[in-house]
């Protein structure tokens, strides 16, 4: 995740010649500075004034090159050329993978860049608890992306609202344009839905927020919608039109009504106006909004079970094998069916093979096959067979999030987080059961648990390890960080059912 270590003696050399180069033009800082050393000796907060203003004016790229003040080769200069097509701005820094660590923009569409870190990794100067909101300048360094070395973070816990608000925007940018590992990027802008048409973009009218419905619209239900009165403010600012509404004389919290379009407005509005916050204050007041609605929606809004035909739900879930780092994980979406059918799903999702035991722990209850898993002893758990229960029985009725246990192989003991995240309305044309996303390959089989699969990737990248050799012999080449959605629906279409007579075999 780091550049290599002449291509960081190379832009720790060039970059401060820029930034050197625009202080002597801008006249930024008051104290003159003689050399790009001496401007690299300088407190973060004064170079962060001169690279905003800098990038404030891009012009001065082309005028550094062709001044050429620093004496620098014609390779050289066409890095800093290159500087021209930077991204600025604020930056989730989202999720730590293998070959770069993933930022993701915070526009109305938005983008996810795999960035190299210079001399120390990310993580170290971050931390490892995701995602947090920096500032800075992403580059282009000969077909990667590194950021400028200067990060204003700041030290805000997300709540659950925005996280998801946030995976949500991360499937959007792969979706689009994948992982964007170099710059400029040259695909075209998507055009805009018309349903999320940015709020900015159309024009207020009397008595209603941009984008909804109005709140006097005859017969339009509305729901409650609690907020702070910072935040009731916050909204205030970027919705005038609700002000009114909004009691903002009123401390504390108050809870207020709003029609869904209403509540989806005021999220998509507060999303946008996170960047151009003035305050930290106001930006965190926003993130709470963002939250509160979030919540909202998902409580209110038409994704709620009872509101969809039986026969068009299709329910979501997302399963996380638990006690490895980066995590391993599929997002899958499923029809009705049996705990017995939803194991297979897992089991092909995943990458397994269905070749040992497994139980389901259902707040408390274990579901299984009994005919596999009990013994006849007097101290045998009670099972329920998942056979006969099927996931509408377990999941809430009011299609809130749910979370699960799932064991496989008692033996390596492979638990497994399962989170029910909603149900959807299957979409025309769709084939089920899909695997949406997901992320780093399945561990082999047999390979002895979470401590048996960190030692089994330590030897076979490892040639001079003593087990590297036999590891390849067993197991044939293997990538920890490959997967497939695509290639994990079709194993989850196709079903993979072993004989359940013999499970050790």
């Known amino acids: 995740m780091q550049l290599a270590e ?15 180069y625009a202080n002597e033009q801008l006249g930024v800082l008051p104290d003159k500075v003689s050399t790009p050393e001496r401007f690299a000796s300088l407190p973060p907060e004064k170079r962060v004034k001169v690279r905003d203003a800098l990038h404030a004016q891009p012009g001065l790229i082309d005028a550094f090159v062709r001044a050429n003040p620093c004496d620098l080769s014609r390779e050289e200069l066409e890095v800093i050329e290159s500087w021209k097509h930077a991204v600025v701005g604020g930056f989730y820094i989202f999720r730590y993978l293998t070959h770069y660590t993933v930022f993701l923009g915070s526009e109305n569409v938005p983008r996810a860049y795999g960035v190299l870190a210079l001399v120390h990794p990310i993580e170290d ?12 300048v992403l580059l282009p360094f000969r077909g990667k992306i590194v950021y400028d070395g200067l990060l204003s973070g700041y030290n805000i816990t997300f709540g659950g609202g925005v996280k998801r608000s946030l995976n949500e925007s991360y499937r959007e940018a792969k979706n689009r344009f994948g992982i964007i590992t170099s710059l400029p990027f040259d695909a075209e802008e998507p055009a805009p839905e018309k349903k999320s048409k940015s709020p900015e973009a159309e024009p207020a009218r009397p008595g209603r927020a941009p984008g909804t419905s ?29 002000a009114a509404r909004l009691d903002l004389d009123l401390p504390n919290e108050r809870t207020r009504r709003f029609t869904l379009d209403e509540i989806e407005t005021i999220a998509r509005a507060a999303r946008a106006a996170m960047p151009k916050a003035h305050t930290g204050m106001e930006r965190n007041s926003l993130r709470h909004v963002v939250d509160a609605t979030r919540r909202a929606t998902k409580k209110y809004g038409a994704g709620k079970i009872h509101r969809l035909p039986a026969a068009q739900r299709i329910y979501q879930f997302k399963i996380t094998l638990k006690g490895i780092e980066p995590p391993i994980w599929r997002r899958i979406q499923v029809k009705d069916c049996t705990l017995d059918r939803f194991h297979e799903h897992i089991q092909t999702s995943m990458g397994w093979t269905n070749s040992h035991l497994h139980e389901f722990n259902i707040g408390g209850d274990l579901y299984g096959d009994p005919h596999l898993l009990l013994e006849g002893d007097e101290d045998d758990p009670e099972i329920i067979s998942s056979l006969e229960t099927r996931l509408s029985e377990v999941v809430p009725e009011d299609g809130r999030r749910f979370r699960f246990e799932y064991e496989y192989d008692f033996g390596d003991g492979w638990q497994h ?27 082999p089989e047999d390979v002895g648990g979470i401590d048996g699969y960190q030692r089994y990737l330590e030897a076979i990248g490892d040639p001079e390890d003593d087990e590297h050799d036999a590891f390849l012999e067993w197991r044939g080449p293997f990538d920890p960080e490959t997967f497939d959605p695509t290639a994990a629906s079709k194993r989850m279409r196709r079903g993979r059912r072993h004989e359940k007579e013999d499970p050790w075999g």
């Open 125 to 136: 100067l971050i931390g490892p608890y995701l995602p947090r909101l920096v500032e800075t």
């Open 214 to 242: 109005g709140a006097g619209a005859k017969g339009a239900a509305t729901f409650p919608l609690r907020l702070t009165a910072a935040q009731r403010k916050a909204v205030a600012r970027i919705l005038p039109d609700l």
């Open 417 to 443: 987080e399962v989170l029910f995240e909603g149900c959807l309305l299957a979409q025309k044309g769709g084939r089920y059961p899909l695997c949406v996303e997901g992320e780093r390959a399945c561990p």
């Open 6 to 20: 002449p291509d960081c003696r190379l832009f720790y050399a060039l970059h401060p010649a820029l930034m050197w």
